[in-house]
Nanobody, 120 residues
Framework: QVQVVESGGGLVQAGGSVRLSCVAS????????MGWYRQAPGKQRELVAR???????YYTDSVKGRFTLSRDNAKNTVYLQMNSLKPEDTAVYYC??????????????WGQGTQVTVST
């Protein structure tokens, strides 16, 4: 079993910055891709950014140039640095971890979500 825990959300003014952290723990043999998704009220969950085990990153167009995703493989942790925040970034942010577990099975895990609210 693997646990995924996010932290770092909160209320921030437009133009401000927030850093989200996500740490995975448990029966991990190897962390594969990790990423952040978000879900705004009344909308579907969408992929925000994703990083492979080799460090290759993907960003959705709306956050390119503002958000930076990084990972610390030794700590099974990813960080999402969000700058120049806009009200439309308001959402619950979820961390996703693709894990190869010690039983040699690959599974996806989700965190519980952390709220980011950007005020005008």
């Amino acid at each position: 079993q693997v646990q995924v825990v996010e932290s770092g959300g909160g209320l921030v003014q437009a133009g401000g910055s927030v850093r989200l952290s996500c740490v995975a723990s448990g029966s991990i043999f190897r962390m594969n891709a990790m990423g952040w998704y978000r879900q705004a009220p009344g909308k579907q969950r969408e992929l925000v950014a994703r990083i492979t085990s080799a460090g290759t990153t993907y960003y959705t167009d709306s956050v390119k140039g503002r958000f930076t995703l990084s990972r610390d493989n030794a700590k099974n942790t990813v960080y999402l640095q969000m700058n120049s925040l806009k009200p439309e970034d308001t959402a619950v942010y979820y961390c996703n971890a693709a894990v190869l577990e010690t039983d040699w099975r690959s599974r996806d895990y989700w965190g519980q979500g952390t709220q980011v609210t950007v005020s005008t």
